[in-house]
């Protein structure tokens, strides 16, 4: 099972970013997700979709940013919009399968003011 994350990097304040994420060697994934953990801070939920599109945010990023994921592809995306310094982190994607929970190895973005 691998989580691949792709598409971070440095931004300005007010910017955009979009992530993916590719999940392989799993199929029917329950839930997908992305997290985010800044330096000196705990790993915090940025938003969550089921398989069924049902769609969960944390209030810090509602009406910025968006997730979506394609399930034949097996791939979660967020949009970031209206990027903010403390959206500055390490981003994690997330699959739920069964009973397991799978992680992806994380990439930075970094918005700057």
């Known amino acids: 099972v691998q989580l691949v994350e792709s598409g971070g990097g440095l931004v300005q304040t007010g910017g955009s970013l979009r992530l993916s994420c590719a999940a392989s060697?799993?199929?029917?994934?329950?839930?997908m997700g992305w997290y985010r953990q800044a330096p000196g801070k705990q790993r915090e939920l940025v938003a969550t979709?089921?398989?069924?599109?049902?769609?969960n945010y944390a209030d810090s990023v509602k009406g910025r940013f968006t997730i979506s994921r394609d399930n034949a592809k097996n791939g979660v995306y967020l949009q970031m919009n209206s990027l903010k310094p403390e959206d500055t982190a390490v981003y994690y994607c997330?699959?739920?399968?069964?009973?397991?929970?799978?992680w992806g190895q994380g990439t930075q973005v970094t918005v700057s003011s």
């Open positions: 997330n699959a739920v399968y069964q009973s397991s929970v799978y």
């Open positions: 060697g799993i199929f029917s994934i329950n839930a």
């Open positions: 979709i089921t398989s069924g599109g049902r769609t």
